[in-house]
């Protein structure tokens, strides 16, 4: 079994019968709960006090609403304990006795929708969606078990933590849904919303396995949770998600606006540790989980906002971004970086990512220091730490992470736990923090702040195409990231016009033409339009070497030549090359022997004949296809 999986397998097996997404057993629908609650009002206006005298009275209404409701097929309880459910949907304030129990505005605002006929759900349906969303666990309305620890380290809001997951998982797999048995196990035992993450590799790991140990124990937590967790009954009576053949389904006609939800509640609110009084009050008012102020991490609405549990604030004005800047080699990525981005190297931190490059090197490691003959340990900081300090001491400057050859290292891998910083809000700031006490402390010398990446904090990646075998980028990597390609041509390189060595054929030249057989033999290349040279895949003095000076001729065919031989024909190399050479250590010796034009001899004749023919010729730039 996964190391992981019996990991949760044995946490399951010593928590208590209540360590999950507590809710009342009761009848879970508004219409019953809405109806009693109404009950208890208007026998305490028409003066009984007691609490036997307003059972009586609530039964006696309650016999008389059935008897009309008969006929649409609604049948409510008299029980006016239901009204436990009412405190964890905000319609009455949490007191010991249903009699103490007052309605609260949201109650109020329903019964004026429907003018009190509560049966007509349609009319209330917005607030029933806004009232399940806003359930919390866990806080004073909670009935913790006898011990009073089972739910203690709850603090997450139930249903956004399912959206979440089932979002998450549209994404992973194409579809939106988890199974009962996913649920009543892995979700509702999560206890903070931040531990997503965890959820879904779970799940995941469970989807993989066909171990009927993992089956049999998991059905084992199941029975023993099984009259504490019964939050799963409220979830027919949200909009947004429905249960079919034993899985809970996202509605897909939703998704947009559950995606926005998530969103807004990630961008807007941080976990609860207020007093569980003020949530109370904001659990019965009619403001919905989006509009919360008091929760609201915001400076200055204007032209401020300060990150979970930071002591610095960053300016919106900046709009940070993640741009991958991706073409064919020597296109000019790094060049466009340096002309259009940032040229102060003060203000940038530069990596270059390959095979054995680390997190470690990425974020920092703790690393031993000898002073004499003592030993300490001190965390070094990595090129993404420390501009991150740069961006956050400086939020008037704007800082830059330049990343070359990103997929040239196991990107995924390296970035680690950083990678959730990359999702990123209108403002430029990361819609999700994360706590790492290195980087924290290297930065606000505390560890339990909160770490995001500031709107004032770009980060730059440039990626060869021709590249992308060695490592993939899968699709939840690039998605987080301004894909822009950068065009290929080569009527804009500078030095376009200079001759190559003392042949009569220019740079411009070549390039157009070579590039223009690689796309016409397609067949021949792989991955083709990523195949072609760059316009500045050389430079200029490569170019312009004395013609006596024979290793700068070797350098040239070396770098270009041996290109075209190695990676782009690999296969078919007699579609470019004279069909006689069967190495490349012949191709590379003649064309330094050679003299002229007669360098090109090495091409089949037909490409040599174009080059030689289109001396000075000054062709349209090659468009990208």
């Known amino acids: 079994m996964n190391p992981l999986l019996k990991q949760k397998l044995d946490e399951l097996d010593i928590t208590e019968p209540g360590e999950c997404w507590y809710f009342p057993r009761h009848r879970a629908d508004f219409i019953n709960v809405c109806y009693i609650i109404s009950k208890i009002k208007l026998a305490k206006e028409n003066g009984f006090t007691t609490p036997k005298e307003i059972e009586d009275f609530v039964s006696k209404e309650i016999n008389e609403e059935n008897k009309r409701l008969s006929s649409k097929g609604i049948t409510l309880s008299s029980g006016t304990r239901i009204t436990n459910v009412g405190e964890y949907y905000g319609l009455v304030s949490h007191a010991r006795l249903a009699s103490e129990k007052e309605p609260t505005a949201t109650f109020t605002e329903i019964t004026n929708r429907c003018k009190g006929e509560f049966e007509n759900t349609r009319s209330y349906q917005d607030i029933v969606n806004r009232q399940i969303e806003k359930i919390y666990l866990s806080s004073s309305i909670d009935r913790e078990s006898a011990s009073g620890k089972a739910r203690s380290e709850f603090r997450l809001h139930p249903i956004l933590l399912l959206y979440k997951i089932l979002l998450e998982l549209g994404i992973a797999t194409g579809t939106h849904e988890v199974s009962i048995t996913e649920y009543r196990t892995f979700i509702v035992t999560t206890k903070q919303y931040t531990d997503f993450l965890d959820t879904l590799l779970l799940i995941k790991l469970y989807r993989d396995s066909d171990d009927s140990e993992l089956e049999n124990k998991l059905q084992e937590y199941i029975d023993k949770s099984n009259n504490f967790n019964h939050l799963l009954s409220v979830i027919p009576y949200l909009e947004n998600l429905h249960i079919e053949n034993n899985k809970i389904k996202l ?218 075998n060695v490592f993939t980028l899968d699709t939840a990597f690039q998605r987080r990231w301004q894909m822009q390609m950068i065009e290929n041509n080569i009527d804009k390189c500078s030095f376009k016009d200079t001759k190559i060595l003392d042949t009569s054929v220019t740079w411009g030249v070549f390039n157009t033409l070579i590039n223009q057989h690689i796309l016409d033999n397609s067949g021949a290349t792989l991955s083709s339009e990523d195949k072609r040279l760059g316009a500045y895949f050389i430079s200029e003095d490569v170019l312009t070497q004395e013609l006596d000076d024979q290793t700068e001729h070797i350098f040239f065919s070396e770098k270009v030549i041996k290109y075209l031989w190695d990676d782009v024909y690999k296969f078919n190399r007699e579609q470019l090359f004279d069909s006689h050479y069967q190495s490349l250590e012949q191709v590379i010796n003649d064309f330094a022997s050679l003299r002229t034009d007669k360098r090109f001899n090495i091409f089949i004749k037909e490409l040599a004949t174009k080059l030689s023919e289109n001396e000075g010729l000054q062709l349209e730039p090659l468009l990208d296809e």
């Open 251 to 468: 509605n897909l006609e939703k998704l947009v606006e559950v995606t926005q939800k998530v969103v807004n509640f990630e961008r807007k609110l941080k976990e609860y540790t207020l007093d569980p009084n003020i949530y109370l009050d904001f659990l019965g008012s009619t403001k919905s989980l989006y509009e919360v102020d008091s929760l609201d991490n915001t400076v200055d609405s204007q032209n401020m906002v300060r990150s979970d549990n930071a002591n610095y604030t960053i300016s919106k004005n900046m709009s940070g971004k993640n741009i991958l800047l991706y073409g064919a080699p020597g296109v000019g990525k790094s060049h466009l970086i340096e002309t259009q981005y940032c040229s102060d190297p003060s203000k940038i931190e530069r990596v270059v990512f390959h095979p054995d490059y680390m997190n470690t090197d990425f974020i920092g490691q703790i690393l031993p220091k000898l002073d004499g003959i003592m030993i300490s340990y001190k965390f070094k900081a990595g090129p993404f730490t420390k501009i991150l300090k740069n961006a956050i001491e400086d939020t008037n400057g704007h800082y830059y992470l330049i990343i070359e050859e990103i997929n040239r290292g196991n990107a995924p891998a390296i970035f680690g736990e950083i990678f959730q910083l990359l999702d990123r809000d209108s403002d430029g700031i990361s819609k999700y923090a994360i706590s790492n006490q290195d980087i924290s402390e290297y930065i606000n010398d505390e560890v339990d702040t909160k770490i995001r990446i500031p709107s004032n904090l770009t980060i730059l990646a440039t990626m060869n195409t021709a590249d992308q």
